[in-house]
Nanobody
């Protein structure tokens, strides 16, 4: 069973930077895709950035140019580098993963496409 554990959240002032991590383990199939999602109180969970099994990334509009997703495959750690943080970025950030049978794996921006989730790490940005 896939296990995902996030870390690195915290409080930061607007304009600051933060990097959060997701340690993954328990892969069963040939390939996997991963992503970062966030959910603020009273709002739906939304995609932040995703990465496919080939390392190609896609970033959601609100954070494009400020957030970068990356993957250290040797260490099985997913990162999200967050720069120029805004108060609107305040949310619980979740790591998600989904496996594929084939050698290539891609899943999109919808949270429903992922069956494996971490417990979340809180990011709070003060203005």
């Amino acid at each position: 069973q896939v296990k995902l554990v996030e870390s690195g959240g915290g409080s930061v002032e607007a304009g600051g930077s933060l990097r959060i991590s997701c340690a993954a383990s328990g892969w069963l199939y040939a390939s996997h895709a991963m992503g970062w999602f966030r959910q603020a109180p009273g709002r739906q969970r939304e995609a932040v950035a995703i990465i496919d099994s080939a390392g190609a990334t896609r970033t959601a509009g609100p954070v494009k140019g400020r957030f970068t997703i990356s993957n250290d495959n040797a260490k099985n750690i997913l990162y999200l580098q967050m720069n120029s943080l805004k108060a609107d970025d305040t949310a619980m950030y979740y790591c998600a993963a989904e496996e594929c049978y084939g050698r290539y794996c891609f899943h999109g921006f919808s949270p429903s496409e992922y069956n494996n989730w971490g417990q979340g790490t809180q990011v709070t940005v003060s203005s």
